[in-house]
């Protein structure tokens, strides 16, 4: 089976930085996504890691560590327009399919 | 491309009723799913598809049937609505990639049902 953890809420400030953290136990790891959610919309794709290291998309990072299980994603500069929950995936055995773990959700405060 | 859409937007059920969640992509994606997400939590797998005419049980599958008779097409089918059934409703389609895993899941608006 698998187990995904994220924490439930954070806080952060215009123009701020946050990291988001999700670690992970998976039979057979795959791959991780993130994505963004706003509230009574449907998810949509952030980024995805498959190897170690951090992928870089503009204003928001994703970093993988397969050997500790851990990813985060990085948002800069923040706006208020990313105040939203962010949920963290995994593909793993059974890799059809991901388990998606229950969600950040980032408040954006002036 | 209209991507991915979903009909109904909303609906209200009595206990019992039974109704079709429809489902269709146009991106020509082999790999469909069913995610039911209850507010504030996460989104839960209920089937999904590989390919038309395969299909496979999620985590949540009770309550709920499925069907894959086009690669387009992937409607939700519940047959004795109950008040656990209430939440927002998503399906999403990926491609397969060359090794035979789900790439990027591209979701629909989501229907939000209430059983009363």
């Known amino acids: 089976g698998q187990n995904i953890d994220q924490p439930t809420e954070m806080t952060a400030t215009e123009g701020a930085i946050v990291q988001i953290n999700c670690t992970y136990q998976t039979s057979g790891f795959n791959g991780l996504f993130w994505y963004q959610q706003h509230a009574g919309e449907a998810p949509t794709f952030l980024s995805y890691?498959?190897?170690?290291g951090l992928e870089e998309k503009g204003r928001f990072s994703s970093f993988l560590s397969r050997s500790k299980g851990y990813s985060y994603l990085l948002l800069k500069e923040l706006q208020m327009k990313d105040s939203a929950s962010y949920l963290c995936?995994?593909?793993?055995?059974?890799?059809?399919?991901?388990?998606f773990g229950t969600g950040t959700k980032l408040q954006v405060i002036p | 491309n209209a991507g991915v859409t979903q009909t109904p937007k909303f609906r209200i059920l009595k206990i019992g009723q039974s109704m079709t969640l429809q489902c269709t992509q146009d991106?020509?994606?082999?790999?469909m799913y069913w995610y039911r997400q209850d507010p504030g939590m996460g989104l839960k797998l209920i089937y999904y598809s590989v390919g038309a005419g395969i299909t496979d049980k999620g985590e949540v599958p009770n309550g709920y049937n499925v069907s894959r008779s086009t690669t387009e097409d992937f409607p939700l089918r519940l047959e004795l609505a109950a008040p656990s059934q209430t939440s927002v409703y998503f399906c999403?389609?990926?491609?397969?990639?060359?090794?035979?895993?789900?790439?990027?899941?591209?979701f629909g608006p989501g229907t939000r049902l209430t059983v009363l």
């Open positions: 999403a389609s990926s491609y397969r990639l060359a090794g035979g895993g789900a790439d990027t899941q591209y």
């Open positions: 890691n498959v190897l170690d």
């Open positions: 991106m020509n994606h082999n790999y």
């Open positions: 995936a995994v593909r793993g055995g059974g890799y059809q399919k991901v388990t």
